[in-house]
């Protein structure tokens, strides 16, 4: 680009910042490696403060740079690229990394001390302790990391461009586990044998930290005091699920949240049949405007496009990206001074967005905006009216802007009918009347021509003479078979008459589309205010049909995709829960987990945006994965206790206590460790991975919480039942 700079002239400059998708991308990424880093310091505070020990937490805490490089190796292996979606796997899993290594850690940890207790001659060797210690829990590791993977498989069914977005999210997502898990079966024993088997470390560390006594007094207190109240606890726990299962039906849909671009795309499109130049002037007024907005840094514009263009459009229409730098009013308030401003431009309609959702929703509905009404009929005159009609009636909802009409007017044509029996009379075939048409009026191209370094197309065409007006058609000269020359007229009927601008069509239908914006609201909530108001105040003549397209039609069928798919992984989960405990119940105990989670999922979607979207679909999944986790952790717990022939009551209180420490630790690691993508859910390269954070945030506050106090409540009320019906 310098270099050509230095060729044009003085006065000419080239401003390459005027729209560079790289400083989207580079954003992004730094915002994401960010709360990967911000995630990862986090999981050491929490583990350091649990574990109260230098060597403990640097154990546990190797799982994370091993597992990410792990993670690149395999993603460079399968010809992927570090980018916002593999790096928001990662930053999403990085919670995660640790839980294994640290139930590995915590658990050997706590074998160590419990054998450096004993009088020496009852002490086992360090070598013995490691591995009994972590092969009782190695079953409950492997089944736990695949149950979050299997939940995660919904995901790889999206297809479309939501698909194509995400799918790279969830591989990372999955192989970052993977490595984790190797990591934790492999180098933590190694590192718990070395690091932790010192005889003087373990006599400085014999007792639990004061943290860890105190969690575990107050929590033998408290499960205590929720043993003697179950059906009070219960009751509260129903009520508050129902409760959350009311809300998530009453709350608002949208397919993926709004991209933070830093820029806006306005397009606008003029009265068909404007020229080049008008609508150039129309452009001027449109810049001149926008550049009278504070925030607003700079604009470009592209007026019409070539034919040959993937985008290609008319001469009437236009492109503005519009650089902004945000100050005290909101993205969506400078919007809609922007709407203010260009509504005073006449004779334009103008849909305002952002680079990447205008790209988006051109995707999804062939139009510029996130919502497409498509009305489908026979007669163009009749649909147009209707359009306007249902742009009347829809102009009043809250929250809809940018609505506007396909332009569609008649313009002026020129038709010359060939007159078959007048060709055959002079000795000319239809094909050779077609191909003169062709030549005289759009031309052919018979050479090239160079001067010095420049080429220009020789083309043939009729002299302007002959294609001035309707009279000078009639009066060009076509050759006869016999190689005389006669008047067009003789052998063509030429009329001036009207036809449509353009005639859009899907699945060979004639169509036109009422398109608009959504701000302030959610689509799905907009789209049922459309469809009632359009029900009560339109009625479509016989033929006639309306469809909804846009963000609203790929936001369902995704969510039917996701619907299906989860169900599926669900089963999945239960017969991976049954080959871990070979028994039905207990494997369905384990799935209440999936209720509670729900409930802190659906809460924290509430008290934030307020929207499910795809990505908090996939939030939810992923939520369900790991909430089973700790469940696992007890109930595998409470079967050794009863197999080694500990009373019922003692099982489930001394198998809860036992496993407090590393059911909060997981839990905590992987909820605080997404704080940075909740809290910075507006900032570039986060709008994705923010609403899945919360979802999971949330779910793993409530379902940590309510699994430590109801899972005991169940499975004693479980064991109780199968002991009456052995004594029958």
Known sequence: MKNIQKSLPADVRIDTGIFRQADFIETSVNNVGRALLEGAI???????????????????????PLSLLGTLVVLNLLGMDINTMTLGGMCIAIGSLVDDAIIDVENVYKRLRQNHRKPKEERQSVFNIVFEASKEIRASILNATFIIMVAFIPLFFLSGMEGRMLKPLGIAYIISLFMSLIVAMTVTPLLCKKMLSDEKYLTKNEKDSQLTQKLSAGYFNSLSWVLNHKKGVLSATITVFVVTIILFFTMGQSFLPEFNEGSATISAVAKPGVSLEVNNELGNMMETE?????????????????????????INSAEIDVQFTLKDRSREEVFNDMRERLAGVPGIAATIGQPLGHRIDHMLSGTRANIAIKLFGTDLSRMFMIGNQIKSSISGIEGLVDIAVEQQTETPQLQIRANRSALAKYGISIEEFNKFIELAFSGDKIADIYEGQRSFDLVLRLNKNYTENIESVKKALIDTGDGRKIPLE???EIVSTGGPNTISRENVQRKLVVSANTSGRDVGSIIKDIRET???????????????????????????????ATIASILIIFLLLFGEFRNASLSAIVLLNLPLALIGGVLAVYLTSGIISIPSIIGFITLFGIATRNGILLISKYKHL????????????????????????????SALALIPLVFNGDKPGNEI???????????????????????????????KRKLKEKTK
């Open 642 to 669: 009863q197999e080694a022939g500990t009373p019922l009551h003692e099982t489930v209180l001394h198998g809860s206590i036992d496993r407090l420490n590393p059911i909060l630790m997981t839990a905590l690691t």
């Open 290 to 314: 926008l550049l009278k907005i504070p925030e607003v840094t700079g604009t470009a514009r592209r007026t019409g496009r070539g034919e040959l263009d993937e985008h290609s459009q008319a």
């Open 490 to 492: 003789e052998v063509a």
């Open 42 to 64: 986090f999981v050491i505070i929490v583990l350091f403060i649990f574990l109260n020990s230098f060597r403990t937490t640097v154990i546990s805490i190797i799982a994370i």
């Open 534 to 564: 359009i029900d009560e105040n339109i009625t479509l003549p016989e033929g006639y049909r309306i469809e909804y397209g846009g963000q609203f039609e790929s936001a369902q069928s995704a969510s039917r995709t996701l619907f299906i």
């Open 689 to 719: 991975q923010s609403p899945m954070a919360i979802v999971v945030l949330g779910g793993l506050l409530t379902s940590t919480l309510l699994n430590i106090y109801l899972m005991p409540i169940v499975y004693e009320w479980f064991a």
